[in-house]
């Protein structure tokens, strides 16, 4: 029997053409795909998965033991279009000797840039301008109409100065920013090139303009972002979330906004995804919220796809992935 017959495939989702080409060319796998924009159904996924030997998956598809066990012993890797992993279960994986592929540094610059674009929309109150054109509120110059915050001269915390963190920090510093301030669970090296001050947590919060949160979700980032937090933020501090959304204790954030605790919040990740429509988040003026879209271009998203293709394929025959994790 041909490795081409054996080495079953199920991918969750329609992915970028990148990605597929790789692996019709490689024609190592027979794939079964789930062909659509929207996330495969669990009774689908876990028929879809049965005797597979490898599966490509998003970040909205939960890959738990029921999803293994339905798989099966014929499982060797789970190559994943997304930087997070927390969608995984990593012990069950890494008991069973699983391969995972993931997509970091690809998704770097994108991510990056869309933190800075959403600090800017958040701080200078974009989207608050574009209705007011749109309903007719724009009527005449006034001088504290509409009123922001500036980064020239400001104070930036950055929780997590990680690729992503660093990113950030990059491209914030030329606006002007006067210190910037981050936390971590060590000192990084590379700050230096940032001017970056590492200091604890509730200096962060106390002393910053802005606040910009680009941690890796884990037990002890769950649930950061609470009350406390938010009670030891300036009230003319602007919030910013493109991590995860677990990091957040929303009701706590709806209160600190609400409340004129901190002055605006920007969230491109949240809990859950999407948002619902009636969540009081979205009610309040002073938050822009957006649609997980951190690493949205056509080109990062066709890189993710021929990476997380890639990845399948060199756990698929037993070679070095490009982008590995490491368990």
């Not at 990605?19 to 062909?35: E, F, R, T």
């Not at 920090?169 to 910037?180: D, E, H, M, N, W």
């Amino acid at each position: 029997m041909s490795a081409q017959q054996i080495l079953k495939v199920f991918v969750t989702r329609r992915i970028p053409q990148e990605g597929m080409k790789i692996l019709q060319k490689a024609g190592l796998c027979n794939l079964s795909v789930w062909d659509s924009d929207e996330p495969v159904p669990r009774a689908e996924l876990l028929k879809g998965v049965a005797g597979a030997h490898g599966i490509l998956c998003l970040l909205s598809d939960k890959i738990d033991t029921e999803v293994l066990d339905a798989a099966g012993p014929n499982l060797k890797v789970i190559s994943t279009l997304s930087v997070g992993f927390d969608h995984l279960a990593i012990d069950e994986i890494k008991k069973r000797g699983i391969r995972v592929g993931y997509t970091p540094d690809v998704l770097t610059d994108a991510t990056a840039e869309l933190t800075v674009a959403l600090l800017l929309a958040t701080a200078r109150r974009l989207p608050e301008g574009v209705e007011e054109v749109k309903n007719g509120g724009w009527s005449t110059w006034k001088p504290l109409w509409l009123c922001g915050y500036g980064l020239s001269g400001s104070t930036v915390g950055v929780i997590g100065l990680g690729r992503i963190g660093l990113a950030i920090a990059r491209r914030l510093k030329p606006f002007g920013v006067k210190r910037l301030l981050y936390t971590g669970r060590q000192p990084k090296p590379q700050a230096q090139e940032v001017d970056g001050e590492y200091v604890p947590l509730d200096t962060l919060v106390g002393e910053s303009d802005f606040v910009v949160v680009s941690c890796s979700l884990t037990p002890d980032t769950q649930g950061l972002c609470d009350k406390t937090f938010f009670s030891k933020m300036k009230k003319t501090s602007i919030f910013i979330n493109t991590s995860r959304g677990s990091v957040v204790n929303q009701e706590d954030l709806f209160e600190a906004l609400s409340s004129g605790q901190i002055a605006a919040a920007g969230l491109d990740v949240t809990t859950p995804e999407p948002l619902p429509t009636v969540h009081p988040l979205l009610t309040l003026k002073n938050c822009v919220v957006l649609p997980h879209i951190g690493s949205a271009t056509y080109s990062t998203r066709g890189v993710m796809s021929e990476l997380t293709a890639n990845n399948l394929l060199a756990g698929l025959t037993g070679s070095e992935m490009p982008s590995e994790l490491k368990m």
